[in-house]
T-cell receptor, first 115, second 115 residues
Framework: AQKVTQAQTEISVVEKEDVTLDCVYE???????LFWYKQPPSGELVFLIR??????QNEISGRYSWNFQKSTSSFNFTITASQVVDSAVYFC????????????FGSGTKLNVKP | DGGITQSPKYLFRKEGQNVTLSCEQN?????MYWYRQDPGQGLRLIYY???????QKGDIAEGYSVSREKKESFPLTVTSAQKNPTAFYLC??????????????FGSGTQLSVL
């Protein structure tokens, strides 16, 4: 079974604080892909990152960083020095190889960054 | 610019009425998807299509129908059999390549409400 769990429903921080969004996944596939998407108030999901199961290197992109740990089936997302524009709902998603047209989304974490 | 266009942005359905949501893409993608998003929940897959004239049911297909007569278009009809249609509907597309970790591209969504 494929499943993505984002246990944090909503997080509120003050601008410039660091914040980590958790993502835990379940899959029987040995090859799979993980994604993070941002959904601002406008509604459209914006792609942030994808990672395949063979690449456990952490990635940093500006204020964003991702920590992928296969041992704990987690793919966490950290925003450093948060800004008001980071306020959005963030979704973690999983895609396998055998049923490769199905993306499994977590329930999302709503991030509120207050000035 | 390449992208996915959904229309209308807001739609209202009367009791017993069928309504159709439009989704058009100019990304030359083979695969297209319809997701439903309810408040506080993740995206749930309604239907997807890997190629023209072919489509498969997702996890919550009951009360919905689709067609894929052209590569660019994947309209979704919400029928009167769907008893709880109020939700935000997102259309997406991808290159449908098993061997790559291709991401989903999303439209800006349609908010459907029942009068």
């Amino acid at each position: 079974a494929q499943k993505v769990t984002q246990a944090q429903t909503e997080i509120s921080v003050v601008e410039k604080e660091d914040v980590t969004l958790d993502c835990v996944y379940e899959t029987r596939d040995t090859t799979y892909y993980l994604f993070w998407y941002k959904q601002p108030p406008s509604g459209e999901l914006v792609f942030l990152i994808r990672r395949n199961s063979f690449d456990e290197q952490n990635e940093i992109s500006g204020r964003y960083s991702w920590n992928f740990q296969k041992s704990t089936s987690s793919f966490n997302f950290t925003i450093t020095a948060s800004q008001v524009v980071d306020s959005a709902v963030y979704f973690c998603a999983l895609r396998g190889v055998y049923n490769f047209n199905k993306f499994y989304f977590g329930s999302g974490t709503k991030l509120n960054v207050k000035p | 610019d390449g992208g996915i266009t959904q229309s209308p942005k807001y739609l209202f359905r009367k009791e017993g009425q069928n309504v159709t949501l439009s989704c058009e893409q100019n990304l030359n993608h083979d695969a297209m998807y319809w997701y439903r998003q309810d408040p506080g929940q993740g995206l749930r897959l309604i239907y997807y299509s890997q190629i023209v004239n072919d489509f498969q049911k997702g996890d919550i297909a009951e009360g919905y129908s689709v067609s894929r007569e052209k590569k660019e278009s994947f309209p979704l009809t919400v029928t009167s059999a769907q008893k709880n249609p109020t939700a935000f509907y997102l259309c997406a597309s991808s290159s449908a390549d098993r061997e790559t970790n291709e991401k989903l591209f999303f439209g800006s969504g349609t908010q459907l409400s029942v009068l």
